[in-house]
């Protein structure tokens, strides 16, 4: 795996949203054209909070951003004692790099990059439809700490302390 994560660049803007749109119609993913889409990678770039995993021939292959989402964070099932909690948002791999470890390599980065900046715990919503992304964060060692709608979609509330 000769792979790096930096922060995303505005140059990277088309890159990523293809990388986000080669996602649509996969087996478990609710995403579709109006998500995610321009005004979410925007967001995330200007706020500094977009990841990208790069190979050496530059080519993205994934990306991962720190979510800032006051209405997630105001959802009751966090553990007080946990907080502050951080929380990441709309990871996506390329298919054809798909189930080799690329996206458990950028969850720890996030979990590492948000302990570092003083946050107690990690909390991210998953798709109760999204069976393979809920198997992967069990092995993390997230839990979950509720149920909630958002979005029109029912979502697992995650948590996991730092």
């Not at 009751?76 to 909690?85: N, R």
């Not at 990441?88 to 189930?99: G, M, S």
Request: glycine share 8%.
């Amino acid at each position: 795996m000769n792979t790096a994560i930096r922060k995303a660049e505005t140059a990277d803007r088309e890159a990523i949203l293809a990388l986000y749109r080669s996602q649509i119609g996969r087996e478990f993913c609710p995403w579709n054209e109006d998500y995610p889409g321009p005004e979410e990678v925007d967001r995330d770039l200007a706020g500094g909070d977009l990841f990208v995993m790069t190979e050496e021939s530059g080519r993205i292959i994934g990306a991962i951003s720190r979510e800032h989402d006051e209405t997630v964070d105001a959802l009751p099932c966090w553990a007080k004692e946990l907080q502050p909690g951080g929380e990441f948002a709309r990871l996506a791999v390329a298919p054809d790099r798909q189930c080799r470890g690329y996206a458990r390599v950028m969850v720890e980065y996030m979990l590492d990059l948000l302990r570092s900046q003083g946050c107690r715990s990690v909390h991210i919503l998953v798709n109760e439809l999204n069976l393979k992304a809920i198997r992967s964060y069990a092995v993390f060692g997230f839990r979950v700490a509720g149920r909630c709608e958002m979005y029109e979609q029912p979502f697992l509330c995650y948590e996991k302390e730092l």
